[in-house]
């Protein structure tokens, strides 16, 4: 039982609340039931008065059902939501519900007793008003999303109907277009309903202003980035539309994987997928009874050609999520619905040579998970890392035998998610993780926070943060390969004003922790996961976006560009072989004739010259003769300590030398949040 009290108390407040529990000798004639009419897959657009969302479902129960109570559910947009009963001729229409969202949450009793009969047909509208938002909004379960949800309560005679009925989306065809045209309405104002939806929580309405979960940013145009930042040349990046080569007939796919060794893993839910109803609110599975996923769940394959070589995981698994492989050739996968963690060796695919949680139940101590998302490995001693996940927000790590070691991370609070204020250390959802062992940290995508976050891997503590340029999108997966100093690639995602979505890969510096580069396609819509070939930056992204399959993008002589800065490929050392063609012209047989013995000739002269040297210097010390250090051009001098110092104002440049120390790292860290924040939900 839940209390929720419309005014906070003190040790002077009198409480009768509670409840009544009577107990009978013989059993009750009726019993009672919530009936819940919920919608997914819609988007609300952006800057729109009026947006409906319907729900219908015709009533195939057996037995009649009686509604005497209703409750209506939506978020920030939500003007009022009406629920019908059609006769099931179609002849007759009762209003069953009709609510203000934004009043108390709680369950209204109807003025008289509405029957359901077998056939009937209900049907619910939700309407919104985006009116101030600048974004798209998708029915979704985070605060930053939209719902729309009618409660029903019912009774009905004792054992013949269950305690728990259902009704989700559109199922009947043309019953939106006979909804009464008053059904978006307003319901006229209550101040008393109102001033108790509004106790306790902070409003400005009085002052002209309105809240709205629509998050926005400096230095960008309607949630997109703006010319200050790299960009990434798209040009250099294609799909490959005929890759695989083999027929790849798999589920959704939710990770994608490439191993030292080069192969690529792929994890995917057979005939799964993850449904609304699939969880109750205390994150147990209800699917359990269909049993393991009944085919192969991975798939191994030759990136190059999409050859597969090999599959197993066929009912081990009922909603797969994360893989990834170890140095020693170790596969380790999660399992949202049975919020556990698995080891399998190279010599036993059928049974987990190590099980991390307990089977279908969830928690958040040192030996439970609650629907985690990913698994990084040490290659240096074998520790575990996971992003546990969905409920819990925290990064867990064991010893290689799984052992706890530490946990690290709180949820961050919504007040956080739906300002500038997200605090290091906070997550909501970390979704991938991988280990930058040389760097002594791991990254975990927070994403829904979106960013993702970096911390030290013995202490936990925050060292880097990196901020999508687009905070409507999703930080789903990450990748990082070495070239450059190292880079950070980000897969994204975030539904547009057409109701589709729009996906992406943002890649940063990692010595910076600035964006250099976007990627986007049409090709490329809702990715979950990403692997990218250190070797060629080839691109491999697992869509969850029909039809269900894995997309490769060839990486071309791709180069990053920012106004007067040009970033390429690894200056190779200069060489005939490599210089201009306008300094080959040049170089003809007549004067590489004359250049070998000249070349020559400096080489016997370079002892004598060295003498000279010597002697001349020590004359230099007898007459105490101490000259200025001529300009060193060849030095490296380039800052090791940690990061750079980010600019705090326009007087020192972005690549200076300036030096850091230790003392200073904490200062560095928060002043690169500052200015991250700046430019900056399966």
């Known amino acids: 039982m839940q209390v929720h009290y419309a005014h906070k108390g003190n040790e002077h407040t009198k409480d009768s609340s509670g409840l ?9 004639k009726y019993s009672a039931g919530i009936y819940i009419m919920l919608a997914g897959d819609d988007i609300i657009p952006p800057e729109t008065p009026v947006h409906h969302v319907d729900i219908n479902c015709r009533y195939e129960q057996n037995s009649p059902m009686h509604i005497f109570a209703s409750r209506v559910h939506a978020h920030s947009l939500g003007v009022v939501i009406a629920g019908y009963r059609f006769s099931n001729d179609l002849k007759t229409v009762t209003e069953i519900a009709k609510g203000n969202p934004n009043w108390p949450q709680a369950f209204y009793p109807e003025k008289e007793v509405i029957t359901i009969q077998p056939l009937d047909f209900l049907a619910a509208r939700c309407t919104y008003n985006s009116t101030g938002r600048q974004r798209s909004t998708e029915i979704g379960s985070t605060a930053a999303d939209e719902m ?10 004792r054992n013949t109907l269950p305690s728990y009925l259902q009704c989700y989306g559109q199922n009947i065809a043309g019953l939106v277009d006979i909804v009464p045209k008053d059904s978006d309405k307003p319901l006229p104002r209550n101040p008393l309903l109102e001033e108790m939806a509004h106790s306790g929580h902070h409003d400005d309405s009085k002052h002209g202003k309105t809240h709205h979960t629509g998050k926005t940013h400096e230095g960008s145009v309607n949630g997109e980035h703006t010319e200050d930042y790299l960009s990434l040349d798209v ?13 790849l007939r798999i589920g959704q796919p939710t990770s994608v994987f490439l191993t030292t060794d080069g192969t690529l893993m792929i994890f995917h839910r057979g005939d799964r997928e993850w449904g609304p109803f699939d969880f109750r609110p205390d994150n147990i599975y209800q699917r359990k009874k269909d049993g393991p996923i009944p085919i192969d769940t991975v798939v191994e394959m030759v990136p190059e050609s999409g050859k597969i070589t090999r599959t197993w995981g066929k009912n081990l698994f009922y909603l797969p999520h994360g893989i990834t492989v170890d140095n020693l050739s170790n596969t380790w996968l999660t399992d949202v619905a049975t919020h556990q963690v698995f080891k399998f060796t190279q010599n036993d695919l059928k049974t987990p040579s190590l099980v991390l949680g307990e089977a279908f139940k969830p928690g958040s101590d040192e030996k439970h998970f609650c629907k985690p998302t990913s698994v990084a490995i040490s290659h240096q001693d074998g520790s575990i890392f996971i992003a546990d996940g969905y409920c819990n927000s925290r990064i867990v790590k064991f010893d290689s035998q799984g052992n706890f070691v530490a946990q690290w991370g709180t949820s961050s609070n919504m007040a956080q998610v739906l300002s500038t204020e997200r605090n290091p250390g906070t997550w909501l959802i970390p979704h991938s993780i991988l280990l930058i062992e040389d760097r002594k940290i791991a990254c975990a995508a927070d994403r829904e926070n979106a960013r993702v976050q970096c911390l030290d891997v013995v202490t936990g503590d925050i060292k880097s943060l990196f901020y999508l340029p687009n905070k409507n999108a999703g930080a789903y997966a990450i990748a990082y390969t070495p070239e450059n100093d190292g880079r950070l690639w980000v897969a994204t ?22 964006p250099i580069g976007q990627f986007g396609t049409k090709d490329l819509n809702r990715p979950h996961d990403l692997a990218v070939d250190p070797k060629s930056g080839n691109l491999y992204v697992a869509d969850l976006i029909k039809p269900y399959t894995i997309k490769r993008f060839y990486n071309g002589n791709y180069s990053y560009t920012k106004k007067d800065e040009v970033i390429g490929p690894k200056e190779e050392p200069l060489t005939i072989g490599n210089l201009p063609n306008s300094i080959k012209q040049l170089l003809n047989s007549s004067v590489l004739d004359t250049f070998t013995p000249v070349l020559i000739a400096s080489l016997l002269a370079a002892p004598v010259l060295a003498i000279l040297s010597v002697t001349l210097c020590i004359k230099l010390r007898r007459k105490k003769y101490s000259p200025e250090p001529p300009a060193v051009w060849w030095r490296n001098k380039r800052n090791r300590t940690g990061f750079k110092r980010v600019r705090q104002d326009d007087t020192l440049p972005l690549d200076s030398e300036e030096e850091t120390t230790d003392s200073e790292d904490d200062d560095v860290l928060y002043t690169a949040i500052a200015n991250s924040k700046k430019n900056a939900k399966c």
């Open 235 to 247: 040009s250099g990046f294609e799909f490959v539309k005929n890759w695989p080569e083999t027929d």
């Open 20 to 28: 009544n529990l009577a107990v009978t000798a013989s059993p009750p």
């Open 493 to 514: 995602a975030y539904p547009s004003a057409q109701q589709t979505w729009n996906g992406g890969v943002t890649v940063f510096d990692m010595h910076t922790m600035n």
């Open 148 to 157: 729309c949800n009618l409660y029903l309560m019912y009774y009905a005679e």
